[in-house]
C-alpha cells in the first residue's frame, strides 16, 4: 500500500539561488555618481565648443544669449549625448556613467531595456526642454531631481517615461585580477 505523506518535503530538486543585487533599486549615491560622471563628459564636450564659438566669453561679458543660439546649443547637446551614451542606452539601458557606476534604466513593469526612441523621447528630451525655460527651468530641474528622494527613488523624468534604475554588473565585478590587487 503506497499512501503518500502529504507531510513530506516535495522531492524535485530546488537549485539554490544565488545571493545578487541585480534587480534591485539603485541606490541613490550610486545614481549620483553615474549623473557626475555623465556631466563630467558632457562639460568635456560642450566647455570647448563654447569657447571655439565665443559663446563663453560672451556670458561672461553679460551678454544675454539669444534664444537661437541657446536652443541650438541645447540641441547640439542632446546630439553629442547620443553619440555618446546612444549605443549603450540601445544595448543595456546604461550611459557610460552608469555602466562604470553598475546601474541601468529599466522599465518600471517588467525591467526590460527600452527601446533608445523611447529613453530619450520620453526621459530625457522633456526635462532638457523644460531646463531652457528662462527663469524657472533650473528650478525645475533641480525638482526633478530632488524627487529621488521618494520612497521608489523614481525622478520625474523616470514617472514621465515610466522607467527606474536598478543595480547591474559594474564592468570590475567579478574581475579576478582587480580583486587581487594590494
Not at 514617472?159 to 587581487?180: C, E, F, H, M, Q
Request: charged letters at 15%.
Amino acid at each position: 500500500m503506497n499512501q503518500e505523506n502529504r507531510y513530506e518535503p516535495p522531492k524535485a530538486e530546488v537549485a539554490d539561488l544565488v545571493a545578487t543585487n541585480e534587480g534591485e533599486l539603485a541606490s541613490r549615491g550610486a545614481r549620483f555618481g553615474g549623473a557626475i560622471i555623465d556631466g563630467l563628459m558632457g562639460i568635456a564636450v560642450i566647455f570647448p565648443l563654447m569657447f571655439a564659438t565665443g559663446v563663453f566669453q560672451a556670458a561672461m561679458n553679460g551678454v544675454p544669449m539669444a534664444l537661437p543660439m541657446q536652443l541650438g546649443i541645447a540641441t547640439l547637446g542632446l546630439v553629442l549625448y547620443l553619440v555618446f551614451h546612444g549605443y549603450l542606452l540601445h544595448t543595456s539601458g546604461q550611459t557610460v556613467g552608469k555602466r562604470l557606476v553598475g546601474t541601468r534604466i529599466v522599465s518600471i513593469d517588467d525591467n526590460s531595456i527600452l527601446p533608445l526612441w523611447k529613453v530619450f523621447a520620453m526621459r530625457y528630451l522633456p526635462i532638457s526642454v523644460v531646463a531652457q525655460i528662462p527663469g524657472v527651468g533650473p528650478l525645475l530641474s533641480l525638482v526633478d531631481s530632488v524627487f529621488v528622494f521618494r520612497g521608489d527613488k523614481r525622478c520625474v523624468h523616470d514617472l514621465i517615461a515610466g522607467t527606474k534604475v536598478i543595480n547591474a554588473s559594474a564592468p570590475w565585478k567579478g574581475r579576478t585580477d582587480l580583486n587581487d590587487a594590494g
